[in-house]
């Protein structure tokens, strides 16, 4: 890589190697001595050596994380002590915010101008935002039909969670993980991506100096089938919630039969962008644009099915396929990249492999279709791909790609293009580019999926629920939402007479 603006090795956190994990308050190697390579996929050299979790370590990050739940001080403080931690948990983030670019640049390979300004500072939001939340879990009074009883109900933090995350936004997966739990007065157990295990790492270190008691937070880095399937499994652990791909996702909750605990999910999406002929096209199109290669594709809800009106199908695509040729592909660390490289070696042959299924079926790739050449071979680059002349029975209009690749599709009505986005098997997300406003509440009415954006696409916010219909999971995070995952109802009956 020539084009870097940072050394690793300047970036402190880096020169401690192996990197360790967080248990009962301590930093500490693996129980194995194990460690494993987190690679910067600019370049497909090794960033780091970090401590692999395996059964044991989960094994201690659960005990510590049990005895923090049951006693010392977290379960006497105060709602508002809890509160108060996890606004000064935002404040060390917003602190050191070029640090944690920098080092999700690296790890995941995202362009820095995303870190800088969505990833960072929306994990400093989403901790104040469950900052709030902490003195306000009420209860109810209940007028029961019995006479003289006085009934109520607490709500409660559920214990001990584990939390699984995916590599696509480290940082901002552990927030939306880590705040809610916290702010409900559970304990966790987090388990970082294999792929990009050092901002949720630098995060602990961040929470132990915010002053949050020892074993309350847990980091235990290591691979989904080790670790990760230990934590799934463990009867001391009340709840688990997963964000990551479907297949997975049904792997824990069968591992989580043994005692019974409370799973949520977020998994992976085939997200219907959907562009009316009366639409704003300059807006729909740069919409359009954004939906699939922002991240390089790599998000759940990318909207990797972008249907078009027969009538504007032409002017859109070519619209779309000159906007993704302009973007400028380089490592994430340039200020100038609008596209990084994708997240690993494994996710590289993944994408790929879709793309040459599209070319096999018969899809026409007009805009990119290939890995990247020339000075960014070494890294895991992908051109921004649009295909064109795509059946909704082709694999690249039917799986999840979690890649910088579009495919387009052409419909005629309103009935016809609902029942089309709502042929898959996910629901997670869905677009819709119309400036008819009966027809856009018609469509968002009409689409099976958790969230559906009109007139803009991707945006996220603490306040505002996210979650899935059918296999893209179920459980909903961010707002008043997801305090249901977090907390369990207790009822209290009282005999007054
Ligand atoms: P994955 O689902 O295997 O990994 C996500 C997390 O689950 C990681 O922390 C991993 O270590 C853990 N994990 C893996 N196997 C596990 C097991 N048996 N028990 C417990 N934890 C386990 O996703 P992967 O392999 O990285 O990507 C595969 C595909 O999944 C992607 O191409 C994409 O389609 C989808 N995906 C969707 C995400 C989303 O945000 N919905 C995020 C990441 C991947
Ligand atoms: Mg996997």
Known sequence: MTTSATDP?????????????????QWVPAASGKTFATINPA?????????????????????????AFESGPWPKLTPSQRGRLLWRLAELVEQHTTELAELETLDNGKPIKYSRAADVPLTADHFRYFAGWATKLEG?????????????????????????????????????????????????VLKPAEQTPLS?????????????PEGVVNIVPGFGETAG????????????????????????????????????????????????????????????????????????????????????????????????????????????????????????????????????????????????????ANGYFVEPTVFDKVEDEMTIAREEIFGPVVAALPFESVEEVAARANRSIYGLAAGVWTNDVKQAHKMA????????????????????????????????EMGHAVLDAYTQIKTVWVNLR
């Open 200 to 212: 949720a790492l630098r995060l602990g270190e961040l929470i132990c100096e915010a002053g949050f």
């Open 229 to 376: 399937a230990a934590l799934a499994a463990h009867p001391d652990v009340d709840k688990i919630a997963f964000t990551g791909s479907t297949e997975v996702g049904k792997k824990i909750l069968q591992a989580s039969a043994g005692n019974l605990k409370r799973v949520t999910l977020e998994l992976g999406g085939k997200s219907p962008n959907i562009i009316f002929p009366d639409a704003d096209l300059k807006y729909a199109v740069r919409g359009a644009l954004t939906a699939i290669f922002f991240n390089q594709g790599q998000v759940c809800t990318a909207g990797s099915r972008l249907f078009v009106h027969k009538s504007v199908y032409d002017q859109v695509l070519s619209g779309l396929s000159d906007a993704a040729q302009k973007m400028k592909m380089g490592p994430g660390l340039d200020p100038a990249t609008d596209l990084g490289p994708l997240v690993s070696q494994e996710q590289l042959e993944r994408v790929t492999g879709y793309i040459e299924a599209g070319k096999q079926e018969g899809a026409v790739a007009i805009t990119g279709g290939k890995r990247a050449g020339s000075d960014l």
């Open 43 to 67: 370049t497909g050299t090794v960033l780091a050596q970090v401590a692999e979790g395996e059964s044991e370590d989960i094994n201690r990050a659960v005990a510590a994380a049990r005895k």
């Open 140 to 188: 109810e009074t209940i007028p029961v039909s019995i006479p003289n009883m006085f009934t109520y109900t607490l709500r409660e933090p559920v214990g001990v969670v584990g939390q699984i995350i995916p590599w696509n936004f480290p940082l901002q997966m552990a927030s939306w993980k880590l705040a809610p739990a916290l702010a409900c007065g559970n304990t966790v």
């Open 445 to 476: 009415a009409l689409l099976k999926s958790g969230v559906v954006w009109v007139n803009t696409y991707n945006q996220f916010d603490a306040a505002a629920p996210f979650g899935g219909y059918k296999q893209s999971g179920y459980g909903r």
């Open 9 to 25: 090795t300047e970036i402190a956190f880096l020169r401690q190697q192996p990197v360790k994990m967080l248990i009962g308050g």
